[in-house]
């Protein structure tokens, strides 16, 4: 009798006939599905086990030591920033990329030599396909590595990094554009054959691309799903730049479509392409995270609510109890003002993602984020401290939004503690979010914060962040009685434009518009809230879009506060907003 030893080799040798009657491409989907449902070290195991069979699962490996160092699943490389563990990921990823490049010659070589001598067509179709696939997994695999390069913050990599993503771009257009004439091909050759064959009951449910070309229609389905996920996510990403950085963009050769961007996520994620499941979150993270944070569809913060909540319906039976799919719930939940509904979905993903560190950070700071809108200022500053911590994204962000939580709560004396360690932790000294931490936190630290300005810091972040609508009414009138107690003649701007965007969100538009103005009209603030006159205009001029009669004159306040004002804390950020409301404009209003 076969003692445990014998049994688990005899076993694994089972396992690895079966996979070897499988695919590449669905046991790379089966890795990727595996990953998503909470099982990231079995869908490793897998990856690494099989890396050598095929470019594919090559790539699947690397891809997941892109997303962890091999030693440990809890620390994230991209979100540690730790060199060792990003070393280790890059070279993952140029082990991949060699493998691939490798015998590109002798494919190419390998498909005249056999057109030539066979016409095998057949083989020959196979070798296409083949050759497609390396090119988009070389592709894939810059774009990662250019992603490693710009987390180093440094001048060098950014230049190395956008050189970088050039290559990626080049490879996706070139294989977007060959594997789309290959399938028009594919689908004239299907029609005439099916034509001729009509009669021809016994052939009829032949595939008939397969006999002419050798690339079957399936094959090429799925080479555009994989293509279609790079290639979108550069339309998506690009079509969000800032204006004034799309000169620079465009020397780089990129485009920017986001509605192309959208559709080709759409088709990647329909596929049975290993990275269906991840264009699936790349559409949420757009719908539920980057569409309301950048007010993509004017001021509207519940655009795009329906797509998202179609594709959870949809994907529910596949990714039941998946962290990423319930975190995205919650995001949904948040948007559409259910709190304590999301909560508990933000809840629910923090258990199940007991040993993937990162997605417990996300989680942990949406929880922070709903404790802050419910109010609940001594469970928001738990979050974020846990967070100051443990994750090392941005400690000094972390920080300062455990500090303002634990101000409000009352705890005045822990806040001052905390806001000390601000200036010890920021480190970033050309990141946004910390300067504006860093100021933030030094002006409450030296006037002796009180527990009103600590809320009148929460209420801040609540509005950049885009937040505010998301507050019940009872909490907002809450937060606009404390608001207007506050009498200090430095934050007079600040605290007329956050009244406007409650007044806003109340529905009371005069009162957002007399609040809008008056914010407008603060110089005594300028030096300390530098921001409040732009977002003032852009605000004033979002609300006056809405009417016809007083639509040019809120195209003149959104271009005065896109032209006069610079240097600006969060000035991308209202470029981008600008940006949309104009060209939404366009679409409605021909100019």
Known sequence: MAGPEEQQQQQQRVEEERAENIEDAELAFQGINMLLNNGFKESDELFRRYRTQSPLMSFGASFVSFLSEKRSQAENAMMTFEEEKMQMACDDLRTTEKLCESDNTGVIETIRNKIKKSMDSQRSGMAVVDRLQRQIIVADCQVYLAVLSFVKQELSAYIKGGWILRKAWKMYNKCYSDISQLQESCRRRSSSQQGELASDQANHNTDVAEGSGGVTEEALGRLKGSVSFGYGLFHLCISMVPPHLLKIVNLLGFPGDRHQGLASLAYASESKDMKAPLATLALLWYHTVVQPFFALDGSDSRAGLMEAKAILQKKAVIYPNSSLFIFFRGRVQRLECQINSALASFHDALEFASDQREIQHVCLYEIGWCSMIEMNFEDAYKAFERLKNESRWSQC???????????????????????????????????????????????????????????????????????????????????????????????????????????????????????????????????????????????????????????????????????NYAGYDFENRLHVRIHSALASLKDVVPQ
Request: some cysteine; charged content about 20%; glycine content about 8%.
């Open 397 to 563: 962000y972390y920080a300062y939004l455990t500090g303002v939580c634990q101000g409000a709560s009352g705890d005045l004396e822990g806040a001052k503690a905390i806001f000390k360690d601000v200036h010890k932790l920021f480190k970033r000294k050309n990141n946004q979010i910390e300067q504006f931490a860093f100021k933030r936190a030094e002006r409450l630290r030296k006037m002796s914060a009180t527990q009103e300005l600590c809320i009148l810091g929460v209420v801040e972040v609540l509005y950049l962040w885009k937040a505010l609508p998301n507050c019940s009414s009872s909490k907002l009138q809450l937060m606009s009685q404390v608001l207007q107690g506050l009498d200090d003649p430095s934050c007079q701007g600040l605290k007329h434009l956050l009244l406007g965007a409650i007044q806003k969100c109340l529905g009371n538009i005069k009162d957002a518009i007399q609040s809008y103005q008056m914010a407008a009209r603060d110089e005594l603030g300028r030096q300390t809230n530098s921001y409040v006159q732009p977002y003032s205009y852009y605000e004033l001029g979002c609300v006056l879009l809405a009417k016809p009669e007083t639509l040019n004159k809120g195209r003149s306040l959104l271009l005065q506060a896109k032209e």
